[in-house]
């Protein structure tokens, strides 16, 4: 079994990356991510917004975003779109009251889906 680092997969269409990460809940990270890219998105920028909290997205909310991304032909889901910002979240996919258990491999399923499976378009972050 090979150790270290996983290989980095290139995002079709995605420049730059950037991630807003904490090991703890409610520190604001949400907060932060719609934050930066309004100011990217203010300086003319590309802008995604991918929501990967499973457990309690508020993207949506934050974003004033509600619905279900529709798909294009080939079966890719199209981000919703507020003040010019691709957004993806796992809030558009499932009802906000629904209860739902997230097992390891079915976060990591759920958000690579979220990541590889959206027509993202061209992106500078």
């Not at 917004?49 to 499973?54: E, F, N, P």
Request: hydrophobic content about 45%; proline content about 6%.
């Amino acid at each position: 079994m090979a150790r270290g680092v996983p290989k980095q997969k290139a995002i079709p269409g995605i420049k730059q990356v950037i991630v807003v990460a904490s090991g703890k809940g409610g520190v604001g990270k949400s907060t932060t991510a719609v934050n930066l890219a309004l100011g990217l998105a203010a300086y003319e920028a590309r802008v995604g917004l991918l929501d990967a909290d499973v457990h309690g997205p508020s993207i949506p909310r934050m974003m004033n975003l509600k619905g279900n991304p529709a798909l294009t032909d080939s079966n890719l889901m199209i981000p919703l779109v507020n003040y010019g910002i691709n957004c993806m979240s796992m809030g558009f996919l499932v009802e906000e009251t629904a209860p739902i258990v997230w097992r390891g491999l079915m976060v990591m399923s759920a958000i690579e889906k979220l990541l590889r499976q959206v027509e993202w378009g061209q992106l500078d972050y």
